[in-house]
C-alpha cells in the first residue's frame, strides 16, 4: 500500500535553534517527493520538488534531502524563526505523467517556534 | 496574479442542507484538484479536472458529493444532503501541466473550513 510516514507529530523548538523532519514512504512507482509548509488557516505551499535523481535540495532556510535507495527524506530548518511556525507535509508523487493526481499525502509535522 | 479563490471561508449548515463550495483557479492552468482535509486522514484528493473535464473522480466518498467546471475559470463542489461527517477544510488546487513535465507545481487555495451540525 502506498504510504507516506512523517515523524514526529510534534515538535517545540526555541526561536534560532535547527531542526529536522523526517519522512519515510512506500511508494511505488516514484517520480517526485515535495515538501509544503501549511500556515493555519491556510492552504499548502510548495517549499521543495526532488526527483529521484536529486540528493538534495534548499530553498533559503530549508534544506531537503533525498534517499531514493531507502525511500526516506528529510527537511531541515536553519535557524529558526517565529514564522516557522506551521504543519510541514511530506507528498510523494506517483505520477509519471506528473499531473499531480497520484500525490500521496503524509498527515504532517506540526512545528512550533517559541521564542 | 490573486492565487487560487475559493468561497466561502466558512461555512456552517445543518445537516440535510445542500452547501455548495466554489474555486476560482489561476488564470491559465489547466487542472483543477478539490481536496478534502482532516486531523485524522489528512489531505485526500476528491476529484481531478483535465481542461475542465473531470479525469479521476474516484476519490469522492458518496453519491452525495458533485463537482462541475463549467468553465476553466470556475468550478463548484456540492454535498446534498450534507452530514455531521462531511465537516472539513475543502481546499482548491490548480496547476499548468505541460506536457513531458512532471514536476508540475500544485497551488491551492485558502480552503473552505465546512461545519455540518
Known amino acids: 500500500k502506498n504510504q507516506v510516514e512523517q515523524s514526529p507529530q510534534s515538535l517545540i523548538i526555541l526561536e534560532g535553534k535547527n531542526c529536522t523532519l523526517q519522512c519515510n514512504y512506500t511508494v511505488s512507482p516514484f517520480s517526485n517527493l515535495r515538501w509544503y509548509k501549511q500556515d493555519t488557516g491556510r492552504g499548502p505551499v510548495s517549499l521543495t520538488i526532488?526527483?529521484?535523481s536529486e540528493n538534495t535540495k534548499s530553498n533559503g532556510r530549508y534544506t531537503a534531502t533525498l534517499d531514493a535507495d531507502t525511500k526516506q527524506s528529510s527537511l531541515h530548518i536553519t535557524a529558526s524563526q517565529l514564522s516557522d511556525s506551521a504543519s510541514y507535509i511530506c507528498?510523494?508523487?506517483?505520477?509519471?505523467?506528473?499531473?499531480?493526481?497520484?500525490?500521496?499525502w503524509g498527515l504532517g509535522t506540526s512545528l512550533a517556534v517559541n521564542p | 496574479d490573486a492565487g487560487v479563490i475559493q468561497s466561502p471561508r466558512h461555512e456552517v449548515t445543518e445537516m440535510g442542507q445542500e452547501v455548495t463550495l466554489r474555486c476560482k483557479p489561476i488564470?491559465?492552468?489547466?487542472?483543477l484538484f478539490w481536496y478534502r482535509q482532516t486531523m485524522m486522514r489528512g489531505l485526500e484528493l476528491l476529484i481531478y479536472?483535465?481542461?475542465?473535464?473531470?479525469?479521476?473522480d474516484s476519490g469522492m466518498p458518496e453519491d452525495r458529493f458533485s463537482a462541475k467546471m463549467p468553465n476553466a475559470s470556475f468550478s463548484t463542489l456540492k454535498i446534498q444532503p450534507s452530514e455531521p461527517r462531511d465537516s472539513a477544510v475543502y481546499f482548491c488546487a490548480s496547476s499548468l501541466v505541460r506536457l513531458g513535465q512532471q514536476n508540475t507545481e500544485a497551488f491551492f487555495g485558502q480552503g473552505t473550513r465546512l461545519t455540518v451540525v
Open positions: 488564470s491559465g492552468h489547466n487542472s
Open positions: 507528498v510523494v508523487s506517483g505520477d509519471y505523467a506528473g499531473n499531480n493526481r497520484k500525490l500521496i
Open positions: 479536472f483535465n481542461n475542465n473535464v473531470p479525469i479521476d
Open positions: 526532488m526527483t529521484f
